[in-house]
T-cell receptor
Framework: EAGVTQFPSHSVIEKGQTVTLRCDPI?????LYWYRRVMGKEIKFLLH????????ESGMPNNRFLAERTGGTYSTLKVQPAELEDSGVYFC??????????????FGQGTRLTVV | GESVGLHLPTLSVQEGDNSIINCAYS??????FIWYKQESGKGPQFIID?????DKRQGQRVTVLLNKTVKHLSLQIAATQPGDSAVYFC??????????FGTGTRLQVFP
């Protein structure tokens, strides 16, 4: 079974440009999460989808970030316009949804974003 | 690699010895705690979890201890192997749905 896959693995863009990151969760996983780790800091939560709905987007840093999950399958995270401080590794994770039961979240390998 | 610029605490152990990695968590209301292992170029990989109604849980070669009084979590790895070399993160949350990660500890295993 394929795990969580993220594309691209690396992206280098200039300040002011737009970048779109993609995440394909494990098939059948309704929960999808975005996290990021900026240099020198901890991995931090960005947002959580349940199917196509945003369940919690309290971690999104500002309105330059837009996440979508049309159809409840793959998700995209767009940064527009990118700033230098957006550089870091963006992780996606997915888990099954059994209501209140905690289920393991599986992480992708991450996308390393470098804004120059 | 990803950790460039990060100054992680490092634990160096000899192959075959036991390792203990510690974590202080922040939220006394957290109900769920997880240890993740991250190897270079990969995402965090689940190792073991524990709920707040437990103080110890064992897996294969790993044990997690939870001390809610002092908000402390530890991961014990028995008979540490070279393949255990990685960065280890603790994470906490009310559920899986919004995890708070610690800064990470780098484990280095030498022969």
């Amino acid at each position: 079974e394929a795990g969580v896959t993220q594309f691209p693995s690396h992206s280098v863009i200039e300040k002011g440009q737009t970048v779109t990151l993609r995440c394909d969760p494990i098939s059948g996983h309704d929960n999808l999460y975005w996290y990021r780790r900026v240099m020198g800091k901890e991995i931090k939560f960005l947002l959580h989808f349940v199917k196509e709905s945003k369940q919690d987007e309290s971690g999104m840093p500002n309105n330059r970030f837009l996440a979508e999950r049309t159809g409840g399958t793959y998700s995209t995270l767009k940064v527009q316009p990118a700033e230098l401080e957006d550089s870091g590794v963006y992780f996606c994770a997915s888990s099954q949804d059994f209501g209140q039961v905690n289920t393991e979240a599986f992480f992708g390998q991450g996308t390393r974003l470098t804004v120059v | 690699g990803e950790s460039v610029g990060l100054h992680l605490p490092t634990l160096s152990v000899q192959e075959g010895d036991n390792s203990i990695i510690n974590c202080a968590y922040s939220n006394s209301a957290s109900d769920y705690f997880i240890w993740y292992k991250q190897e270079s170029g990969k995402g965090p990989q689940f190792i073991i979890d524990i709920r707040s109604n437990m103080d110890k849980r064992q897996g294969q070669r790993v044990t997690v201890l939870l001390n809610k009084t002092v908000k402390h979590l530890s991961l014990q790895i028995a008979a540490t192997q070279p393949g255990d070399s990685a960065v280890y993160f603790c994470a906490e949350g009310p559920t899986t749905d919004k995890l708070i990660f610690g800064t990470g500890t780098r484990l280095q295993v030498f022969p």
